[in-house]
């Protein structure tokens, strides 16, 4: 009965909250929607800045590969100087040169050269750029041997296949993993928040007078938080499902399982901060500090872990955020593979444990 | 009046640093954020580990996988034997890559018949997939030219000189750093400003300013002079530690920096005590600082490019400062960028800067309850 | 009061000895900043079955920390706590199930209704289903609020919130029930409402109570009254007993011919009298020995009538402070004040402040009606009012923080919104709760509110030197503001606003909470800067402030009810009926008769 009051009570405060509302429904919205639509890795339609320097019938063909390609917009200009200057201005992410020769040192021995200048300051996106020249590259070649009639003569030639996400979308693994992101919102900075604003404003002080024990308080915290983080999840699983067509290749039960224990661990985290910090300022600030930025940089969401400095990859491994994010990546794209599965979600109820069991040793149904 | 703003930025200093809390928040998570997204936000690839069907027997297979074992960009795991394996080292990320040699592939090089390097990658996360089939096509390149030369085969009829200006070995480091100089100069004048007027509120302090001869433009100096000169020294220091820990360039003139981080900062400074002003507690402010330091670093181009996102997100970025000042440190860094082309990103700053600080103003004395 | 005092119920649940709660010598020490702070000092203390102890004493006493103690909130350093006959140390959990505890800030979900909060406390406190309904309606009933049971309890007036409290609190009847100061904040009629509800407990159940107060005059409703003081227990007995200790050494003073202020200040200087307040046009002496004093220095032409009054508690509880008061606690001071330059031309009728059919409308609902009221130069004017009466709306409205919506208002003939920085430099702001920067240091503080008002070189240090001095926070001058006590609070407060030597001062509940010699003192500096002719607004629930005015303005929904001196507005209420002898018994009076008016329209 005690318990099931408590639970009420912390239900009609949640529904009759803001600032609650705003944190768990409207940043994960907000997330969401930036991440689904506002973040993508995927270049398309690069600016780039053809110079040729002689135009004719060869260069043509070459440059029309460009004009045709999806992943170029590219911009026509008639010399270097030129070309240089619309790179310094930021208008092309890079410079395809076409020297005067062209024409007749593609058919000497040692071959045309095409100098190929990307701008290097976005590391990531020139290296996609080049990716993108060499493969225009290669199968120009390509046509170029079957319409002379002859095979073309490349020594060794790569076939790459890309398993699970054939198209390379960046979508479909950045909104599967701002699941962590957001269930550690929910967990952990709405949960320390929200205990810290009772002792702020004295209800713990009353509650701690009823014969109610501290498990029970405890309990009564973590059951309305855990719904809400649950439900915090279906809603971003739906979306993530229907409005980003992200597929699910593996078992709903187990994504839900992991992101149950991932959930618990979260919550861990959030009562311990508010039972050591017991003001809502600082308690926000410490969950964004050691729950939320982590989840964010440390889980491999984003940035790879495996090529983190050691000391950083050493660190990653007490981010309850790596291992869910290992398990949600997995499931979505791959499907149930135990071999991942099973030990992130080890790890992850290891640290629930960890974290829940600690909070309830730190929680004392005193005031000193 | 100079003196009583002096008065009062006197009194926001020591009301930021006399707080242990407070200080500690102010030093601590910048340091932190800078050393972690220093080292860990990186999208270059390391040791990436990979694994090898070799199903060849000859000599040119293991001289096209030495090529790979010299790399320092792959790391080579346990050799596979047989197809199966393939979906069992994938699917449980032992290895990122799969490469598959079929029995005749020196037969088919040496006949100088395109000899087939298969390669399974994982896509899960599809960036890091695409960078590793990057690294992949560049080592092949290499060797086929290798292989041509010393097998005096027919070149290809064109071959490509890639170089990369401004940033030669493709360091996303070299990114990553001066954006994170924008990002923490923002968070830290976010933390300092959106509370400020906030918690003067809460605490009844702010009735009693208002009742002195302040006059609203000089509360708004002096609540805007703390956040200012601390977002300047921590973004000089940050610039610091960006040159001389992390080793980035800086090849562009100091005086094109600084005009951008002044402006950035007169827009951030803005913004803050837009929001504070209009906060009635410290929290709604909490809030309203987080609900606007996401949207604005996501799509600032800080770690993704603004020309990826559909064109109504890019078109909604024209009002976030944070993308123009991206553009100011990484030209200033890395290209030199000279000041008059940089005039186009330092209005916009300025604009919003002042349009905010000015609402700011006018919200202290209307914002009653 | 003492009217609904009860008649002594039979014995329930208690110790061997007859007591719910027994301390003896307990102490606790708090560790803040690498420093030991004694909160309590082998206090000893006993709560007899069935009846009201009061724990009487001023800020920072010790009273919360007593009373977590008996909670099994807190651990004490050494003694023994027994309640019901339990250890409260061992067995804090066996404890919280038989007594009801009250926080001073009571722990009302203020997004909860009233329902819900009385729901949620019967689910802690394992109230069975089936005798809720019985429960909750005698609970809204006695407590008033059967009406309002769906309103959220952040909507409700600070009285009803404090009524909610105790009947969440009460919702299984306790054994023994401690409230910590449950009248903080609460104007004087709700006030009266909680006592009648805490009486008719102990009638009807025989509950056991202990009660923490900082209002003297509620020590007289309770059976016993302990003495907190610094951490100290300067005595426990009935409060007859502490009043017979000055009875026959009180009296009420005065002189044709000479102000109260006058009167009061060579009182408080006459070595025969212990203790001197203003009360109305009469000043209210405690002399030293049992008969008046003598050698009081005034000229011979001076007509003085000395009338021997009854005792009350507050005589004896200051009398017995006074004993013990300890050398760095403040002592009495006269405030050396002289008014800026910028005085206007003196003109002794001319309205320093003026309003004129002032109005504030939020939404539909009007805070301030249709007031109007003038103040003139020197005076000490007060606006009474129950909490939402709207006299923080007219405060505001008058210091230039909130617009009005209609009518005239002036101050040194301007509007301090719209006029210049320069006009605001003219007066000075003290607020109800402590507004200044918590985290400074007393000098800090003081250095900040100098320049902020122009002050620079010699000047500046002469005047910081000057406050330092006058409002003795020299010996406290780095600590940080937050850390002093609510008294020290109050004097660097105070002296902050009169930095820039203003010709009018705002107070806004100026001495809620503090102790009733920091009252006096506070009031003694005010009634030296009316003097000087400082005109001063004050807006205040505390009936013993109110006596200091030299006219009050009582408001009432955001009406004027009344407006005069003390003395005049005690005659017209009494004009309603009922004996009227104090101020509170005035305003009571005068608010009942209002509310009488509007429910018969």
């Given at each position: 009965m005690r318990l099931r009051g408590l639970v009420r009570k912390e239900f009609l405060q949640i529904l009759r909250d803001p600032s609650s509302i705003a944190i768990a429904f409207l940043m994960p919205l907000l997330l969401l929607l930036l991440f689904g639509y506002g973040v993508s890795l995927d270049a398309k339609n690069v600016p780039i800045a053809l110079v040729v320097e002689h135009p004719n019938a060869d260069t043509a063909s070459f440059t029309a590969s460009f004009q045709q390609s999806r992943y170029f917009k590219p911009l026509f200009v008639s010399n270097m100087r030129q070309a240089r200057s619309v790179l310094m201005s930021g208008r092309v992410h890079g410079i395809v040169r076409l020297a005067g020769d062209f024409s007749s040192k593609l058919r000497s021995r040692d071959g045309a050269a095409i100098q190929v200048i990307v701008n290097g300051v976005d590391a990531n996106t020139a290296r996609v750029v080049q990716g993108y020249v060499?493969?225009?590259?290669?199968?120009?070649?390509?046509?170029?041997?079957?319409?002379?009639?002859?095979?073309?003569a490349i020594p060794v030639d790569v076939r790459q296949r890309v398993w699970f996400n054939s198209e390379l979308r960046s979508r479909n693994y950045l909104v599967p993993g701002l699941l962590a992101v957001i269930m550690t919102l929910i967990g952990a900075l709405l949960t320390a928040m929200v205990v810290a604003r009772e002792w702020e404003r004295g209800t713990m002080e009353a509650l701690m007078v009823t014969p109610v024990a501290m498990r029970e308080i405890l309990l009564g915290k973590l059951?309305?938080?855990?719904?809400?983080?649950?439900?915090?999840?279906?809603?971003?699983?739906?979306?993530?499902?229907?409005?980003?067509?992200?597929?699910?290749?593996?078992?709903?039960?187990?994504?839900?399982?992991?992101?149950?224990l991932f959930l618990l661990a979260a919550l861990g985290m959030g009562l311990l901060i508010s039972i050591l910090a017991k003001n809502q300022f600082v308690a926000g600030q410490a969950a964004i500090i050691v729950t939320f930025l982590p989840a964010f940089i440390l889980s491999g969401f984003i940035f790879d872990i495996g090529s983190m400095p050691p000391f950083v990859q050493a660190l990653t491994h007490v981010i309850a955020a790596r291992y869910f994010v290992a398990i949600l990546q997995t499931l979505f794209l791959a499907g149930n593979v135990w071999s991942v599965i099973i030990p992130n979600a080890l790890a992850l109820a290891a640290m629930a444990a960890f974290f829940l069991l600690l909070s309830r040793r730190m929680a004392r149904k005193r005031l000193d | 009046m100079l003196k009583r703003i002096l008065a009062l930025v006197r009194k926001e200093f020591l009301a930021l640093f006399k707080d242990k809390k407070s200080r500690f928040i102010i030093v601590a998570p910048p340091i932190i954020q800078l050393l972690v997204f220093g080292y860990a936000a990186t999208f270059d690839l390391n040791r990436i580990p990979i694994a090898v069907l070799n199903q060849d027997s000859g000599a040119a297979s293991r001289q096209l996988l030495a090529h790979f074992?010299?790399?320092?960009?792959?790391?080579?795991?346990?050799?596979?034997?047989?197809?199966?394996?393939?979906?069992?080292?994938?699917?449980?990320?032992?290895?990122?890559?799969?490469?598959?040699?079929?029995?005749?592939?020196?037969?088919?090089?040496?006949?100088?018949?395109?000899?087939?390097?298969?390669?399974?990658v994982d896509g899960r996360n599809s960036n890091t997939a695409l960078i590793a089939l990057n690294y992949v096509h560049s080592i092949v390149l290499q060797f086929n030219n290798d292989w041509v030369k010393n097998h005096h085969g027919p070149a290809p009829p064109a071959h490509l000189q890639l170089r990369a200006w401004f940033n030669p070995n493709l360091e996303s480091r070299w990114f990553i750093v001066p954006g994170i100089i924008g990002l923490l100069t923002l968070v830290v004048t976010m933390v300092v400003t959106a509370l400020s007027v906030?918690?003067?509120?809460?605490?009844?302090?702010?009735?009693?300013?208002?009742?002195?001869?302040?006059?609203?433009?000089?509360?708004?100096?002096?609540?805007?002079?703390?956040?200012?000169?601390?977002g300047l020294l921590e973004g000089s220091l940050i610039i610091l530690v960006a040159v001389y820990w992390f080793n980035v360039p800086l090849i562009g003139n100091l005086s094109a920096l600084f005009i951008g981080i002044v402006l950035f900062l007169l827009s951030a400074v803005g913004v803050g005590l837009m929001i504070s002003s209009l906060a009635v507690t410290q929290q709604q402010g909490m809030l309203g600082a987080f609900l606007f330091l996401v949207p604005a670093i996501i799509l600032s181009g800080f770690a993704t490019p603004i020309a990826n996102m559909p064109t109504l997100v890019q078109q909604l970025t024209v009002i976030n400062p944070m993308r123009y000042f991206m553009v100011v440190l990484r030209g200033v860094f890395l290209e030199g960028t000279p000041l008059a082309l940089l005039f186009k990103q330092f209005w916009p700053m300025a604009v919003i800067g002042i349009v905010t600080l000015a609402i700011a103003a006018w919200l202290f004395r209307h914002r009653m309850q | 009061m003492n009217a609904h005092r009860p008649q002594l119920p039979p014995m329930r649940s208690a110790d061997d000895d007859g007591n719910a709660l027994t301390m003896s010598t307990i102490s606790k020490s708090f560790v803040s900043e690498g420093r030991s702070v004694k909160a309590l000092d082998e206090v000893e203390l006993r709560v007899s079955a069935g009846r009201i102890t009061g724990l009487v004493g001023p800020d920072g006493a010790g009273k919360t920390t007593l009373m977590r103690l008996a909670a099994g909130l807190l651990q004490a350093d050494t003694g023994s706590i027994r309640v019901l006959g339990l250890d409260a140390t061992r067995d804090p959990l066996m404890v919280q199930r038989s007594i009801g505890y009250m926080p001073q800030r009571f722990g009302l979900y203020e997004?909860?209704?009233?329902?819900?909060?009385?729901?949620?406390?019967?689910?802690?406190?394992?109230?069975?289903?089936?005798?809720?309904?019985?429960?909750?309606?005698?609970?809204?009933?006695?407590?008033?609020?059967?009406?309002?049971?769906r309103r959220l309890a952040g909507r409700l007036s600070g009285g009803m919130k404090q009524k909610l409290g105790l009947?969440?609190?009460?919702?299984?009847?306790?054994?023994?029930?401690?409230?910590?100061?449950?009248?903080?904040?609460?104007?004087?009629?709700?006030?009266?409402?909680?006592?009648?509800?805490?009486?008719?407990?102990?009638?009807?159940?025989?509950?056991?109570?202990?009660?923490?107060?900082?209002?003297?005059?509620?020590?007289?409703?309770?059976?016993?009254?302990?003495?907190?003081?610094?951490?100290?227990?300067?005595?426990?007995?009935?409060p007859a007993r502490f009043t017979a200790r000055v009875e026959g050494r009180t009296y009420s003073v005065s002189a044709a011919g000479l102000s109260k202020r006058a009167l009061h200040d060579v009182l408080a200087d006459t070595d025969d009298v212990v203790d001197a307040v203003v009360q109305g046009n009469h000043v209210r002496i405690v002399a030293s020995k049992n008969e008046p004093p003598k050698n009081i220095d005034l000229p011979n032409s001076v007509d003085l009538s000395i009338v021997p009054v009854p005792a009350r508690f507050e005589d004896g509880f200051v009398t017995l402070l006074r004993a013990h008061l300890r050398p760095e606690d403040p002592a009495r001071h006269h405030l050396d004040f002289k008014i800026a330059a910028t005085t206007p031309t003196r003109a002794s009728a001319d309205a320093v402040i003026q309003v004129r059919e002032l109005s504030r409308r939020f939404g539909p609902f009007y805070a301030v009606k249709n007031i109007s009221f003038a103040v003139q130069r020197g005076e000490v004017f007060g606006l009474l009012g129950a909490n939402g009466a709207g006299k923080s709306t007219t405060f505001r409205m008058l210091c230039g923080l909130l617009p009005p919506s209609s009518g005239h208002l002036s101050v040194a003939g301007l509007d301090l919104r719209r006029a210049a920085s320069a006009a605001r430099a003219r007066i000075g702001y003290m607020s109800q709760k402590f507004s200044l920067y918590g985290n400074l240091t007393v000098r800090d503080n003081l250095q900040f509110f100098s320049s902020i008002y122009g002050l620079s070189g010699a000047s500046r240090s002469d005047r910081i030197k000057w406050s330092l001095e006058q409002f003795t926070l020299d010996s406290v001058k780095d600590n940080r503001s937050i850390d002093l006590p609510l008294g020290f609070k109050q004097r660097l407060a105070l002296a902050c606003a009169l930095m820039h030597e203003p010709d009018i001062l705002f107070l806004d509940e100026p001495t809620s909470g503090v102790d009733?010699?920091?009252?006096?003192?506070?009031?003694?500096?005010?009634?030296?800067?009316?003097e000087a002719g400082v005109t001063i607004l004050v807006t205040t629930h505390f009936m013993e402030e109110a006596e200091y005015c030299d006219r009050l303005a009582i408001m009432d929904a955001g009406e004027i009810l009344a407006l005069g001196t003390p003395d005049e507005i005690k005659v017209s209420a009494a004009d309603h009926g009922g004996p009227i002898s104090t101020l509170e018994d005035a305003f009571i009076a005068l608010l009942d008769a209002n509310a009488k008016v509007r429910s018969e329209q």
């Open positions: 060499q493969s225009l590259w290669s199968l120009w070649l390509e046509q170029r041997a079957t319409s002379a009639g002859h095979k073309l059951i309305p938080y855990f719904v809400l983080g649950m439900g915090g999840m279906c809603l971003s699983v739906g979306m993530t499902l229907w409005l980003f067509d992200v597929p699910l290749r593996g078992s709903v039960l187990i994504l839900f399982v992991a992101a149950a | 074992r010299g790399s320092t960009n792959f790391q080579e795991i346990a050799p596979l034997h047989q197809n199966r394996d393939i979906a069992k080292t994938i699917n449980s990320k032992q290895a990122l890559l799969v490469l598959q040699l079929g029995p005749h592939f020196s037969r088919d090089l040496y006949l100088g018949k395109p000899a087939q390097l298969q390669v399974i906030a918690r003067e509120r809460e605490q009844g302090t702010f009735d009693q300013l208002l009742v002195t001869p302040l006059r609203p433009v000089e509360i708004l100096l002096g609540k805007a002079l703390p956040g200012f000169v601390i | 997004d909860l209704s009233v329902q819900e909060n009385l729901d949620l406390y019967a689910d802690l406190q394992g109230v069975p289903h089936a005798i809720r309904a019985q429960r909750y309606h005698d609970l809204t009933k006695m407590t008033g609020l059967e009406h309002f049971t009947a969440c609190t009460l919702v299984q009847p306790p054994q023994l029930l401690l409230l910590d100061e449950p009248t903080v904040g609460v104007d004087p009629v709700s006030r009266r409402e909680l006592w009648v509800i805490i009486n008719k407990l102990i009638l009807q159940h025989g509950t056991s109570v202990l009660v923490s107060t900082a209002y003297l005059d509620e020590a007289e409703n309770c059976h016993e009254v302990a003495l907190l003081h610094n951490g100290h227990c300067l005595g426990q007995d009935t009733p010699l920091a009252r006096r003192e506070f009031w003694h500096r005010i009634n030296h800067l009316a």
